[in-house]
């Protein structure tokens, strides 16, 4: 089992930053790729970023060249960097670990992002 909580998520205002950070329970050596998911309301969870075992990153369209992952070399730190944030990037941010043996979430952080 890998417990993921996330922090670092709040209130800015447009054209602001935020750091968001997921800490695993443990350090994950099995891993396959981490991430972070979004869902905002009345939409479906969808991909922010991932960074696989290897180290290659995947963007959404919608973030790429504002929004930076990375992780701790143990892999028990995850990071999304948020900059030039904009209103529809309010959402509820997840971390996902994918890893040997199943995909585990975080329970989420609110980012709020005001006009």
């Known amino acids: 089992q890998v417990q993921l909580v996330e922090s670092g998520g709040g209130l800015v205002q447009a054209g602001g930053s935020l750091r968001l950070s997921c800490a695993a329970s443990?350090?994950?050596?099995?891993?396959?790729?981490m991430g972070w998911y979004r869902q905002a309301p009345g939409k479906q969870r969808e991909l922010v970023a991932t960074v696989t075992r290897g180290g290659s990153t995947n963007y959404a369209d919608s973030v790429k060249g504002r929004f930076t992952i990375s992780r701790s070399s143990a892999w028990n730190t995850l990071y999304l960097q948020m900059n030039s944030l904009k209103p529809e990037d309010t959402a509820v941010y997840y971390c996902n670990a994918d890893v040997l043996v199943g995909v585990f979430w975080g329970q989420g952080t609110q980012v709020t992002v005001s006009s």
């Open positions: 443990r350090s994950i050596f099995s891993i396959n790729v």
